[in-house]
């Protein structure tokens, strides 16, 4: 379900990869910092793919960073580095950065707030959403799914430490991200949570929740909630940085 590669943009990315990672080995070796040399300098690679301030790329592949909660971004950022999440790109600029360098790239992708855009119809019918509204705030416990918003936030904007927002996410991406959990082809630590609860979704159940999602409109506050109200569905690892 994830938007193939495609081959002739390797030696861009590449090239770009190899730029970040030399910015970064710099900016690690050097003992008196320059003063021009800063963070946003230094994540202008990761705007190539995903946007000005973070703020998502215009091909519904790349996510926005911008406002994600810092602990996410930076277990994400881990999770490419040593291999859970699977994108050679990713991967080769990450490869040989510090866990101090990975938060500090996370915070400041966290201390954006650029708009959004506004939501783009999708082709669902009225019952298929209905089934997303269901299945997001409602769960659906003869499956065994627990509700979206029971880890994510009542505003489903995420919750801090370390749970993503899920609101303002193109589908094709939040499609591609819940395909690549149902094949086996993204993990978390474990216990993987996401994992489990993918695996008791239909594909009409994944179709109809993404559809919801992608039609919603981002709230005036968009920021994470600041801590979890209630116990969690299920136990999920690295729920903290």
């Known amino acids: 379900m994830s938007k193939p590669f495609l081959p002739f943009a390797w030696p861009q990315l590449f090239a770009t990869a190899l730029l970040f990672a030399a ?3 710099s900016a690690q070796q050097s003992v008196v910092p320059d003063t021009l040399d800063t963070i946003a300098q230094r994540v202008a690679a990761c705007t190539v793919c995903h ?3 973070g703020r998502a790329g215009s091909d519904g592949y790349y996510p926005r960073l911008a406002g994600k909660p810092a602990g996410y971004l930076y277990n994400q950022l881990v999770n490419f580095r040593d291999g859970k999440r699977t994108y050679p790109v990713m991967t080769a600029m990450l490869d040989n950065m510090s866990d101090a360098y990975l938060r500090e790239i996370a915070q400041y992708f966290a201390d954006q707030h650029p708009p959004y855009p506004p939501p783009q119809p999708t082709q ?4 298929e959403l209905e089934r997303g509204r269901q299945l997001v705030h409602e769960g659906d416990k003869a499956k065994g799914i ?5 880890c994510h936030g009542t505003k489903l904007t995420g919750t801090a430490p ?4 899920l609101i303002g996410l193109p589908r094709d991406y939040l499609l591609g991200q819940i395909g690549a959990w149902k094949i086996g082809t993204r993990h978390a630590a474990q ?3 996401m994992a489990q609860i993918v695996q008791k ?5 994944i179709s109809a929740a993404t559809a ?3 039609e919603q409109h981002v709230p005036a506050d968009a920021s994470p909630a600041p801590r979890l109200t209630a116990k969690l569905p299920l136990e999920c690892g690295k729920l903290s940085p």
């Open 201 to 205: 979704m239909s594909s009409a159940d």
């Open 124 to 127: 669902a019918t009225a019952a």
């Open 51 to 53: 946007g000005k301030e």
């Open 146 to 150: 627990p509700a979206c918003i029971a």
């Open 212 to 214: 919801w999602l992608a």
């Open 191 to 193: 216990p993987d949570c």
């Open 23 to 25: 910015q970064a080995a």
């Open 162 to 165: 370390a749970i993503p927002g």
